[in-house]
């Protein structure tokens, strides 16, 4: 039998929504929220999502399941007098420097402030002045601008299981803290940026490198070289009306060349190397014989702080091959080492990321040579984007151009990176003798594809079954890590990033939901299957590269050892 | 953490079964000992209940009956519900206060004899105003009765500790 629910006088059909809010926007309605996520748990604190039941009673939406012949109203003169007192309370409790907020134009409480018009605040901030945190590498904490939503505290608890913040005293005096009010670099934050990805106002974002990049590139001693992650291509057009998933990256080169940088390479380059070190690895941990732990993969800077704080017995259980864009790095720091001497110049490497984590990566001790960071800059998606407005570049009308050489050749397996269990495919794809094309068509059935949080796939290699986990988001990694320890799962392989649905989805990306997430990856299997090369060993720059700059130098430049910090 | 603090911990843990559930029950428990809620400890139970750090800060801090700052030997509180206050219990805090010079920020004394706070009700109305010393009830107080009772307490105090260094 049909469910109807009645909304404003008007018969509304549901099915299995959780909430009325979902059948109310069903209705064509979108109520006003700060605090609702459908990804995340019902929290019901904001109270702007309020209906009036038929008896006059006032409740929050995002909070009460519907009901089978419940009458609700969404427009009342009661209702209309509450939301816009609880806005008016919320903007009297907030700083309002609007014009030089990160968050200018993209904040939620800014567009709710113009959707109902409120045409000023008699009340006074009585709240205290209190510190910007800016001890992290990836983010901004200003709770001068908390709303005190609690989103950013259920993002990082219940999706990514760190809980480096959380609600803190009460009443008037609440805040969201860290554990004692410690600097967020102090606590287990793994830097994923996903709590700045829902904040909904600008008091926690990204921490912003263009500064330091537009000096570098103004300055004519410095040589300024790019690498460009391969989510980045499937995103970032969508900021110019682009569909999501469609790759824009001819288009982001020509601008980059518009904005002066001297050399634009791409990471799946990088990725190549780590493919080839990555799957070495594979082949000699399946080699040993007592080996009760799989191969972690090393991509996801955030995946191996939250190993490093929360598992680091697990440490020597991850790859030690350096991620994608530090390979890259060090690559592109000896390649041009001679010629900066010969020049005088000094090479600037600058990483455009879909990732906040990896402005943490790049800044770690490891990383550094001489004290001389491999990736000096790391710029997300979104700040390029900035930066492109800031210099009036019109993206969607310029003619696409070419990387430049040498590093311009890679293959598919690179580029699928950027997905949930593109790693694992690349590494499949470089492991398994096989290397016809219905061989390669096969892998892509495994299992490996698709936004789950976790897949579980499996394929033989000689006489032997490979088993693989796959997950996504920190928290499945958690529960996965535990089924592993107790003995309940047994893989020989596992891949992990720290954002669900992958690099894709990461916090440095234009704000993304799942169906958003779901084409930026499609976008990458598309890009795959346009490249001629699909395996990484048959990228001829790799074979270039391992006889000629990474002779005998395989492990400095490739290989990382996390665990010698820690000791 | 010193060992023998551990150990304390450890069976106060042990005794609330080490479950999320008991976090109100075991800070209490570690109060009662440590008359406040010392920083390594929180973050000890909050490895073993596998809870986060900051979630259990947020649990410490969101009670007012949980301190974080180390409290004095002698806990003065002083009502100041309704019928306390009515009858004059600012006059008895700001003795108290200015007899040993703590304020409301610094509430504790410098060498941590004495830590005065306020309560918005004990639950003694009858006997209004009253102050409590470590949870003994002091009814009917004026600020002359105070300025007496601190002198006994720290007299006391030089007793028990010449006792002390007796022993």
């Known amino acids: 039998m049909k469910k109807y629910m009645i909304i404003d006088g008007e018969r509304i059909e549901f099915t299995d929504e959780k909430n009325i809010l979902a059948v109310i926007r069903k209705a064509g309605i979108i109520l006003p929220t700060f605090c609702y996520y459908s990804d995340l748990s019902i929290y019901g604190a904001c109270r702007m999502c309020v209906v009036e039941d038929q008896w006059g009673g006032i409740i929050a939406s995002c909070s009460t399941p519907p ?14 007098y509450h939301r816009k007192r609880i806005l008016e309370l919320l903007l009297a409790a907030h700083c309002r420097d609007c014009t030089t907020c990160e968050k200018n134009g993209k904040c939620k409480l800014q567009e709710l402030a113009t959707r109902f018009g409120i045409p000023g605040v008699r009340f006074e901030n009585t709240n205290p002045i209190r510190p910007i945190d800016t001890s992290s590498k990836a983010i901004v904490r200003n709770p001068n601008k908390c709303i005190l939503c609690g989103d950013c505290v259920r993002v990082c608890s219940e999706i990514q299981h760190v809980g480096a913040i959380d609600f803190a005293h009460r009443g008037s005096k609440m805040e969201i803290s860290t554990a004692f009010g410690r600097d967020i670099a102090d606590t287990n934050c793994v830097s994923c940026g996903q709590c700045a990805a829902v904040c909904p106002t600008g008091a926690i974002t990204i921490k912003r490198d263009s500064h330091d990049v537009w000096e570098a590139i103004h ?23 682009y569909e999501p998933g469609e790759n824009t990256i001819g ?14 390479f791409d990471t799946s380059v990088g990725a190549d190397l780590t493919i080839m070190e990555e799957s070495e690895e594979l082949l000699e941990a399946l080699e040993e014989k007592d080996r009760k732990y799989p191969l972690f993969t090393s991509c996801c800077p955030g995946w191996i702080r939250f190993v490093e704080t929360q598992y680091p017995h697990m440490m020597k259980y991850v790859s030690t091959s350096k ?70 570049i019109r993206f969607d009308r310029l003619e696409p151009e070419a990387y430049d050489m040498p590093f311009s050749i890679y293959s598919g397996a690179g580029v699928i990176f950027g997905a949930t269990g593109g790693v694992t495919e690349a590494a499949v794809r470089r492991v398994i003798a096989d290397k016809s094309p219905k061989a390669l068509k096969e892998i892509e059935f495994i299992g490996v594809r698709g936004m789950e949080g976790v897949k579980v796939c499996q394929f033989a290699l000689g006489e032997r079954q490979i088993r693989i986990g796959i997950v996504s988001g920190l928290g499945n990694a958690d529960n996965l890590l535990q089924k592993i320890e107790s003995g309940e799962e047994h893989f020989d392989f596992v891949e992990v990033m720290a954002c669900p649905g992958g690099c894709v989805a990461g916090a440095g990306q234009p704000f993304a939901r ?27 720059l790799v074979e270039t590269l391992y006889g000629d700059l990474l002779k005998n130098r395989e492990h400095e430049l490739l290989h990382v050892d996390y665990m010698h910090e820690s000791d | 953490m010193e ?63 949980f301190s974080l700052e180390p409290k004095g030997k002698y806990v003065i509180k002083i009502c100041d519900g309704t019928a306390c206050h009515v009858r004059q219990s600012t006059a008895i805090l700001t003795e108290i206060r200015s007899l040993l010079g703590v304020t409301e920020e610094k509430p504790t004394t410098e060498d941590m004899m004495f ?19 470590n949870d003994v009830v002091h009814p009917a107080m004026t600020p002359e009765k105070a300025r007496a009772l601190i002198q006994e307490l720290k007299e006391g105090l030089g007793a028990g500790e010449e006792a002390a260094d007796e022993n």
Do not use: W
Not at chain 1, 67 to 80: F, S, V
Not at chain 1, 532 to 538: A, F, L, N, V
Not at chain 2, 121 to 132: D, E, H, I
């Open chain 1, 514 to 540: 799942s169906t958003e997430k779901r084409m930026r990856a499609e976008g990458l299997y598309k890009n795959d299957k346009a490249l001629q090369i699909k395996r990484s060993e048959e990228n001829p």
């Open chain 1, 67 to 80: 009901k089978d012949g419940m009458e609700i109203r969404t427009n009342t003169p009661q209702l209309y």
């Open chain 2, 3 to 65: 060992k023998k603090d551990q150990k304390v911990l450890d069976e106060i843990l042990e005794s609330h079964g080490c479950s999320q559930t008991a976090v109100i029950g075991i800070m209490q428990d570690i109060q009662k000992v440590y008359r406040y809620l010392p920083e390594e400890m929180l973050c000890y139970m909050a490895e073993k209940l596998h809870l986060s750090e900051a979630k259990v800060y947020g649990v410490a801090t969101f009670y007012e009956n």
């Open chain 1, 323 to 392: 991620s994608p864009m530090e390979m890259f790095g060090a690559v592109i720091k000896e390649y041009y080492r001679k010629q900066d001497k010969k020049e005088g110049k000094e090479t600037v490497s600058v990483a455009i990321m879909p990732c906040t984590a990896k402005k943490f990566e790049a800044s770690r001790e490891e990383f550094k040579r001489k004290g001389v960071p491999d990736v000096d800059y790391v710029l997300t998606s979104a700040e390029v984007i900035t930066m492109l407005q800031e210099i009036g």
């Open chain 2, 115 to 133: 830590t005065v706070e306020t309560v918005s009700c004990l639950g003694a109305c009858g006997l209004a105003p009253v102050c409590t010393v």
């Open chain 1, 219 to 241: 300055n004519p001693d410095k040589r300024v070289v790019v690498q460009i992650a391969p989510a980045v291509r499937v995103a970032i057009g969508e900021a110019y009306g």
């Open chain 1, 251 to 264: 288009k982001l080169v020509a601008s980059l060349r518009k904005l002066g940088v001297d050399a634009i």
